[in-house]
């Protein structure tokens, strides 16, 4: 971004969030891409990547676990290395825009969580065995983004697992409405078999796919976190 401000108008500042240029690029950039017009850092940053624009390509990295690359370069390498050892890896968006990664088999679908706890808990009790894993940490960072449009457009589907809390239901809404996914265990009937959490905090939020899991989650009151329903999604991940 520095460079792009300072070899278009000699000032490397130029593009920063406050200045008008940026305002005015940003719209075109949206609107070359087909993406929506930018309101928070992170629709920011992907609308900049969308025309090549890296704003901050080390940061917030995606972290996976046995994704089936290619050894042919050098993410790929890398990530064949830990998939072998069953071990997670942090991706950055530098590595996944300057050496994407070709898939060693075409999957149907990769599994898709909130939270690293359970990537953590997938390598060490399944380790190598683990299906395919990543992983938001929260709202999808750019890194994220870049690797689900790629994986998608590779022809796989995402199945999604987040927290049953409001703005675990927000992050829900976005990866389903973004992509080609699916709910991960997260059917009313899911919630009803969990044991309550802590009590629901801020304002409601719609669950896209589910009316019925809504109107449970208003009524019961109670949060229920991933960590709560671990074994059912490790033994989704179980490849046997």
């Known amino acids: 971004m520095a460079e792009l401000a300072a070899q278009a108008t000699g000032d490397t500042h130029s593009l920063d969030l406050d200045e008008p240029l940026s305002a005015l690029l940003l719209r075109a950039a949206a609107r070359l891409t087909g993406l929506d017009v930018p309101d928070d850092a992170e629709s920011r940053r992907e609308v900049w990547t969308a025309v090549g624009v890296l704003c901050d390509e080390l940061s917030a990295p995606v972290l996976v676990l046995n994704l089936p690359a290619l050894a042919d370069t050098p993410t790929g390498r890398v990530l064949a290395v830990h998939a072998e050892a069953g071990e997670p890896y942090q991706i950055s968006t530098r590595q996944l825009l300057r050496t994407p990664v070709r898939w060693a088999s075409p999957r149907s679908f990769v599994f898709a969580c909130e939270n690293p706890t359970v990537v953590s808990a997938a390598a060490d009790r399944l380790g190598a065995r683990s299906a ?77 796919w589910s009316e019925a899991l809504t109107a449970e989650m208003k009524h019961r009151g109670r949060a229920v976190h991933e960590e709560h329903v671990l074994p059912g999604l490790l033994e989704d991940l179980c490849q046997r």
């Open 132 to 208: 395919p894993l990543i992983c938001t940490e929260g709202m999808p960072k750019t890194a994220f983004r870049t690797l689900a449009n790629q994986l998608t457009a590779a022809g796989t589907t995402l199945r999604y697992h987040g927290d049953f809390d409001w703005p675990g239901i927000q992050i829900a809404n976005l990866v389903l409405l973004r992509y080609p996914a699916h709910p991960w265990r997260l059917a009313v009937d899911d919630y009803r078999q969990a044991l309550p959490g802590p009590a629901l905090e801020g304002p409601a939020v719609s669950a896209s």
